[in-house]
C-alpha cells in the first residue's frame, strides 16, 4: 500500500467534546448543505473558530471527541470546513464511523504534545505516523485497515460504493 500524507495547521480543543459543541442540533433545520454549515462550527463553545478556520486546518482533541448524539451533521459542518483529518486520544464510535462514512480521517493517538497551531503531518500506509513541526521523532497512530482507508480516500463510503459498484 502507498503512504499518503496530509498536512495542516492544529486547532487545539480538550475531552468529551460533544456533537452539540461541534454544530447545534437546531442548525440542521437551517440546511443540511456542508457550507452553510460550516458557519455554525462550535460556535457555542468558540464563537470566532467557524471565522478563523482554513481549508487544510486539522482538528486535535483529548479523549472522547464526538461523544453526544450521533448526529451526522457533526461531521458534515468539519468536513465542510475544509477540515480532512481529526485526531483525538479516542473517539466515540458513532462519530468514528460517521466520520468515515464522510471521508473525515479519524485518527486515534497520543495528542498531548500538540498545541494550537502546530504543523502536523499525517502519514497513513502501514502504520500511521504523526509529525508535529520538525521533530525527529514520530507519534503513532493507531492503524487504519486498508478497505477503511480506500474509503476514506475515495470521500467516503458512497463515493466509494460510486466508484467501486460492480453491477
Not at 455554525?40 to 453526544?68: M, W
Not at 503531518?121 to 509529525?131: H, I, L, N, P
Request: glycine share 8%; with cysteine.
Amino acid at each position: 500500500m502507498n503512504a499518503q500524507t496530509i498536512e495542516g495547521r492544529a486547532r487545539c480543543f480538550g475531552d468529551d467534546v460533544n456533537t452539540d459543541y461541534i454544530i447545534s442540533s437546531r442548525r440542521k433545520r437551517d440546511s443540511l448543505d456542508p457550507q452553510v454549515l460550516r458557519q455554525y462550527l462550535f460556535e457555542t463553545t468558540h464563537p470566532d473558530f467557524a471565522q478563523s478556520v482554513r481549508v487544510g486546518d486539522l482538528i486535535v482533541a483529548g479523549k472522547n471527541f464526538g461523544c453526544g448524539s450521533a448526529m451526522e451533521v457533526a461531521v458534515t459542518a468539519v468536513v465542510g470546513a475544509g477540515v480532512r483529518v481529526v485526531l483525538a486520544q479516542t473517539f466515540a464510535r458513532t462519530y468514528f464511523r460517521n466520520a468515515i462514512n464522510n471521508g473525515l480521517y479519524p485518527v486515534e493517538c497520543d495528542t498531548s504534545r500538540i498545541g494550537e497551531g502546530d504543523t502536523v503531518r499525517v502519514v497513513f500506509g502501514e502504520q500511521t505516523q504523526v509529525w508535529i513541526n520538525d521533530e525527529t521523532t514520530p507519534l503513532h497512530g493507531a492503524p487504519i485497515a486498508p478497505e477503511i482507508l480506500q474509503i476514506l480516500n475515495a470521500g467516503g463510503l458512497v463515493p466509494y460504493l460510486r466508484e467501486h459498484r460492480t453491477l
